[in-house]
């Protein structure tokens, strides 16, 4: 019976801190990564980008064309 006392004692010591403080470590890295729909707002943001980023370009060619001093009156 003694050693039962003994057992319970370094579970409840030892043990039980050491699997609560695992737990919250696992649930801390589950927070830290992107969900799915993170991921997918992230991918529309991406894509949104690029074709601002495309646009940006074929206005700045354009601009060249037309007014080729465009950027040194703008800075």
């Known amino acids: ?3 039962f006392w003994i057992v319970a004692v370094v ?3 030892v043990v ?3 699997a609560i403080i695992m737990h919250y470590i ?3 890295r589950k927070m830290r ?3 799915s729909d993170d991921e997918r707002l992230l991918e529309d943001l991406w894509q949104t ?3 601002l980023e495309g646009r940006v370009r074929s206005l700045e060619t354009i601009l060249d064309r037309e007014a080729p001093n465009w950027r040194e009156r703008n800075g």
């Open 33 to 35: 990564t992107l969900s």
């Open 49 to 51: 980008a690029n074709g």
């Open 26 to 28: 696992t649930e801390w």
């Open 11 to 13: 579970a409840v010591t």
């Open 16 to 18: 039980a801190p050491i």
């Open 1 to 3: 019976m003694e050693g």
